[in-house]
């Protein structure tokens, strides 16, 4: 109840990443023996932070676990562990300070694309699973070009910004305009959001503030 209190009260959602993996189960396959254990009060958390914001038309800016769990959301699927020559996680018992960097290759005329430009951004990366195939109304708009593994997804429903990143941009925020850009996008829509919902509900102001 308190949990669903507080995402009313949201005018944007935030999913970040975490040490967890996605229960497998949840899109149709068995455990790899490399996936994580999953995190049932992050995953019941999620489900319903998607689904207000889903309801709603909040934005969603999602983030490595965040992006997968959107998508497993929206009925996608994983790659529960990526095998490839491009380095995406730390070394196993390696320190948490390791900063794995690869490029991701954006797609021109994405959303994505206007906020990072078009074509090869290095991004860095810390995750072993992946977006498979993506859920409903998500679209591909950033690879990494070596072996093609998905590192953004974004909404293709008009009027509702939805983005999921693999990499970590809250990591180089301070390094990176174009990771300042991500969240200043999160920003503007939520504000956006708000201003949608007072126009159209004359006490909005007041149900926020009980």
């Known amino acids: 109840g308190e949990a669903a209190q507080l995402a009313k009260s949201c005018d944007g959602v935030l999913l970040p990443g975490s040490p967890a993996d996605v229960d497998p189960q949840k899109y149709g396959q068995a455990p790899d023996p490399r996936t994580a254990a999953p995190d049932a009060g992050r995953d019941n958390l999620d489900e319903l932070l998607l689904q207000d914001a889903h309801n ?6 999602a983030i490595c676990y965040g992006t997968q769990s959107l998508n497993v959301w929206r009925s996608g699927t994983l790659t529960q562990h990526i095998e490839s020559p491009v380095q995406h996680a730390r070394t196993p018992g390696a320190p948490r300070t390791q900063v794995i960097e690869h ?3 954006v797609e021109p005329g994405s959303g994505l694309a206007e ?4 074509g090869a ?12 195939t993506p859920g409903d109304s998500l679209r591909v708009v950033a690879r990494s070009p070596e072996d093609s593994v998905i590192e953004a997804v974004e909404g293709t429903a008009p009027g509702h910004w939805v983005l999921g990143v693999q990499w970590h941009p809250e990591r180089t925020f301070e390094q990176n305009e174009s990771s300042r850009r991500i969240f200043g996008k999160l920003v ?8 949608r919902l007072a126009r159209t509900s004359p006490d909005f102001e007041n149900v926020r503030t009980d």
Not at 115 to 118: D, I, N, R, S, V
Not at 121 to 132: C, D, G, L, R
Not at 188 to 195: D, N, P, W
């Open 56 to 61: 709603m038309r909040k934005p969603i800016l």
């Open 103 to 105: 490029t991701a290759q």
């Open 115 to 118: 906020l990072t430009g078009a």
């Open 121 to 132: 951004i290095t991004v860095n990366s810390s995750h072993h699973q992946a977006v498979a």
């Open 188 to 195: 503007s829509e939520a504000r956006a959001f708000h201003r």
